[in-house]
């Protein structure tokens, strides 16, 4: 049986790779940059390089912290994951209550509102539960 903190990692390490893909320009899954801006940010455009980099390392300590690949203390660890918990928490909290522009002022389209209820936010929730499993497994 997979244990929760590998699979929160592996979705964590698979979103990290997303956004290094996004990044260095590329638009998958969808055909341009705008329908990526519109879908998954909710405004007409892209961030940064440097913004889409920095949330690609984000989500690389993430999964490092949750997958325990990254050694530090139980002392260190348990308020990392909490910490984890309540941001992922948070950002479900806000998709599920369309509220998501309170985070990301720019993210106001239909289509990333409709998607965010759908899709982000569930993922956010289940990222949150996998984060507080892995802060359970701490000894």
């Keep these: 049986m997979i244990k929760p903190s590998n699979a929160t990692g592996a ?21 341009g940059r705008d329908e990526l801006a519109d879908a998954v940010i909710g405004s007409v455009s892209v961030p940064s390089t440097t913004s889409c980099l920095g949330v690609a390392a984000l989500l690389v300590i993430a999964s490092g912290t949750v997958t325990n690949a990254i050694p ?10 909490t910490i984890l918990t309540l941001v992922f928490a948070l950002r479900s909290a806000l998709g599920f ?8 002022p ?3 389209s239909p289509r990333f509102q409709r ?6 936010a569930p993922l956010c929730l289940a990222l949150a539960l996998g ?3 892995a802060r359970t497994q701490v000894k």
């Design 11 to 31: 979705a964590l390490g698979l979103l990290a790779v997303l956004h290094v893909a996004w990044g260095l320009g590329s638009p998958f899954p969808f055909r």
């Design 72 to 81: 530090m203390p139980p002392s260190l660890r348990r308020p990392a994951l």
């Design 97 to 104: 209550g369309a509220k998501t522009s309170l985070l990301s």
């Design 106 to 108: 720019a993210s106001v």
């Design 115 to 120: 998607l965010d209820r759908r899709y982000f």
């Design 131 to 133: 984060s507080w499993a």
